[in-house]
């Protein structure tokens, strides 16, 4: 799939811009503060309805203003398709955002934060397989959020601790509930595993352009298990330290991924152009199992991926997006590679470059 056009009216440092960009590799060159990341956000927010930097609606709005518009239109092989968002302030001061969702549309952002993948803590980990499983299966991140209320309220009963047997009494539905939820986002994160390894294998080689052997791995106490009556065995085994503790002390709330290099764990391995060369792998082994699981391939959105990358590396990543489908790749210094096509992103402006 490819965005054809993009209209945002009062977004960011945007106050209006339309955008035709080419449908395949987009160099977004502009010195530094300009408006490169902010016009990745608002792509990915014509995409998706949502910002890969904040939460918080209040801030995508230009300073002072109390409604944004981003709009345009998107294309695959049936044809194209308009997309309206808007974002306003509501009477009571809180903030709403409008717009229907597309189910087919998909974008993978790479940005400086996802070296927390490798270096971060498991939550980062965590949430990134999420994201990864919920661009795979239609209806992981529902799973996901009906789990943590699961957790919520094991957790309130377990804080609230009711006398003698009244606990395990009351926690005996939400447990039944938590192991079935549980196993069902294990498993599918243990899927979207699996299809990112061979893919992960095979970037990382053809970037770092040497054989290093990647892995990732899904980590969890379960260890192989895939039952959901292993994981109530999980949990009758930590009760009592569930009640003292008065949490849930194991399930995919802790689980965590080992990403490894030549055997090494890379979080403790790897320089700093190693790790974020295997974070951005990580993130691009997700184009082919997306594209394949949706009928259409997702659009990349990769800001400044190309620094602390050593020439031939960056080489190999240039070539690799030449032949890839809609890519918007920003940096800050004046790069040309044949195929793609320059824009220069200025004052919250743009124009061929
Ligand atoms: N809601 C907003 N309203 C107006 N301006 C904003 C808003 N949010 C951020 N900005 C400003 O937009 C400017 C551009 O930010 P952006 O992150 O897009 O820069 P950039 O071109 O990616 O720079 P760099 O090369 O440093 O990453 C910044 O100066 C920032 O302060
Ligand atoms: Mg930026």
């Not at 939550?123 to 957790?151: C, E, K, M, P, W």
Request: overall charge positive; proline content about 3%; some cysteine.
């Amino acid at each position: 799939m490819h965005i054809e056009g993009i209209q945002l009216l009062e977004f960011r440092n945007y106050r209006t811009l339309r955008y035709t960009p080419s449908s395949r590799l987009n160099l977004l060159l502009g010195l530094n503060a300009q408006g490169k990341t902010n016009l990745l956000e608002g792509l990915a927010f014509l995409l998706t309805g949502r910002s890969f930097r904040t939460a918080r609606l209040a801030e995508l709005p230009r300073w002072g203003e109390t409604t944004a518009a981003v709009s345009g239109e998107v294309c695959r092989h049936e044809g194209v398709r308009s997309l309206r968002r808007g974002i306003r302030q509501l009477e009571d001061g809180t903030w709403q955002a409008t717009g229907e969702a597309c189910s087919w549309a998909r974008v993978i952002v790479f940005g400086w934060q996802d070296l927390a993948i490798l270096n971060g803590g498991p939550a980062a980990r965590r949430n990134f397989i999420d994201g990864v499983a919920g661009r795979l299966y239609a209806s992981h991140l529902a799973t996901l959020g009906r789990y943590r209320q699961i957790v919520e309220r094991r957790n309130h009963l377990l804080r609230q601790r009711p006398s003698g047997g009244a606990l395990a009494s009351r926690l005996a539905p939400w447990d039944e509930q938590f192991a079935t939820v549980g196993m069902e986002l294990i498993d599918r994160r243990r899927r979207a595993v699996a299809v990112l390894q061979t893919e992960l294998a095979r970037l990382f080689s053809l970037l770092a352009g040497e054989r290093q052997k990647v892995e990732i791995r899904y980590r969890t106490a379960l260890g192989e298990a895939t039952e959901p009556a292993a994981l109530r065995q999980l949990l009758e085994r930590s009760g009592a330290e569930e009640v003292r503790r008065g949490q849930t002390l194991v399930g995919p709330h802790r689980d965590d991924l080992a990403i490894e290099l030549d055997g090494i764990d890379a979080r403790v391995f790897g320089s700093r152009g190693q790790q974020r060369l295997l974070a951005l792998a990580v993130r691009l082994a997700e184009v082919l199992p997306v594209t394949e699981a949706v009928g259409s391939a997702p659009v990349l959105l990769l800001d400044d991926a190309l620094s602390e990358l050593d020439a031939r590396v960056r080489e190999n990543l240039l070539r690799e997006l030449a032949q890839a489908e809609q890519v918007f790749l920003t940096t800050p210094e004046s790069i040309t590679v044949p195929g793609a096509t320059r824009w220069e992103v200025k004052e919250g402006g743009i124009a061929a470059a």
